[in-house]
């Protein structure tokens, strides 16, 4: 039954990307409407995983997510993003998720502050609902690297931070993506997990979408940690990502 039901979200799912897609278009084609109310590029994009991860731990058996995100030019040559995702895994309630993040470039540095907000009801996310993102990012040569440091609002994070380092490759004539993530608890002066994402991207006509297939491996290191920590394992999730921009 589960599985039905998880096959019908998908489907559904990947007719709002496609109907968006569609609709953009023909909005678009009547005079610019579409670009006139928004100003800016949005994307829409369904995503399908064999487990869901939160913050390398493992909080269900399998996610279909269904997301939209676009971003704004600001005063001061900032940028503000802003993303709505809606998801439903097999061992917690639907929810939602609501992100928004502004960026600037400061002395040479990509200095951020995010705001993150988790629909209550959800076990997924322990204690925490919502929560503020402090961020500085730098590219150094090929690679890019940031430190993110997250503060409870609502609930508690245990003062959850991680750091990234990302980078892109041409492997046999394809560009394959690699993002490698450690994360931490200060509350416990702790590491909580290793992972390491490898994803490359398709484009698919008619409709110019996106098809992203990714695996990461984790590396489980917050068993003393606690919390959602508490007994997570190493893990290998494959997924794929169907996107549209416009």
């Known amino acids: 039954m589960y599985m039905k039901k998880k096959l019908y979200a998908m489907l559904a799912a990947a007719a709002f990307v496609t109907a968006g897609s569609v609709s953009a278009s023909v909005v678009s084609s009547k005079g610019g ?3 006139t109310l928004l100003n800016h590029p949005f994307e829409a994009s369904v995503t399908a995983t064999s487990q869901e991860l939160f913050r390398g731990t493992r909080v269900g058996d399998s996610l279909v997510a269904a ?24 061992d917690a309630d639907f929810e939602t998720l609501f992100t928004a993040k502004a960026t600037k470039a400061v002395v040479g540095y990509d200095v ?20 503020i993102g402090l961020g500085v990012a730098k590219t150094v040569g090929p690679v890019d690297l940031s430190v993110t440091q997250f503060i409870a609002i609502d609930g508690d994070n245990d003062n959850y931070g991680e750091v990234s380092a990302s980078l892109s ?15 931490y608890v200060l509350d416990e002066s702790e590491l909580t997990h290793a992972q390491v994402t490898l994803s490359t991207d398709f484009n698919v006509d008619p409709f110019e979408l996106k098809v992203t297939p990714f695996v990461t491996g984790v590396l489980a290191l917050g068993n003393d940690v606690g919390g959602i920590y508490n007994g997570a394992k190493d893990e290998v999730i494959f997924g794929v990502k169907l996107s549209k921009s416009f």
């Open 169 to 183: 490759r041409e492997v046999a004539g394809k560009v394959v993506d690699v993002k490698g993530t450690v994360g």
């Open 67 to 90: 997301s939209v995100s676009t971003g704004w030019v600001i005063p001061g040559d900032g940028v503000l993003d802003v993303g709505l995702a809606f998801e439903d895994n097999s």
């Open 112 to 131: 951020s502050v995010g705001f993150n907000y988790y629909s209550e009801g959800t076990n997924v996310v322990g204690d925490i609902t919502s929560e």
């Open 33 to 35: 409407l579409l670009s």
